[in-house]
């Protein structure tokens, strides 16, 4: 059996998404290569909205992954494809 991934989020959570990011995290970590994780964050865009995110990972190396993600936006290391 496939473990879920890790679930959590901020602001009001609609009822829907919880199953929806279920299946999304079931079907993205099916199609991983071996040895591979992913963290999918989903949010509301202006002021007050809410973001939800799930993760293969576990809470930790999930959050040092981000942060070296943000280190390479934020120098220009990485780019970001918006609207894809």
């Known amino acids: 059996m496939t473990r879920l991934p890790q679930f959590d989020f901020t602001g009001p959570e609609p009822p829907h998404l919880r199953e929806e990011l279920k299946a999304y995290g079931r079907a993205l970590k099916n199609s991983m290569p071996k040895g591979w994780g992913f963290t999918l964050l989903m949010f ?10 799930l993760s293969s990972a576990q809470r930790g190396p999930m959050i040092e992954s981000l942060k070296e993600l943000i280190a390479k936006l934020e120098t220009g290391e990485a780019t970001a494809r918006e609207g894809t």
Not at 44 to 53: C, I, L, P, V
């Open 44 to 53: 509301t865009y202006g002021a007050g909205g809410s973001m939800m995110y």
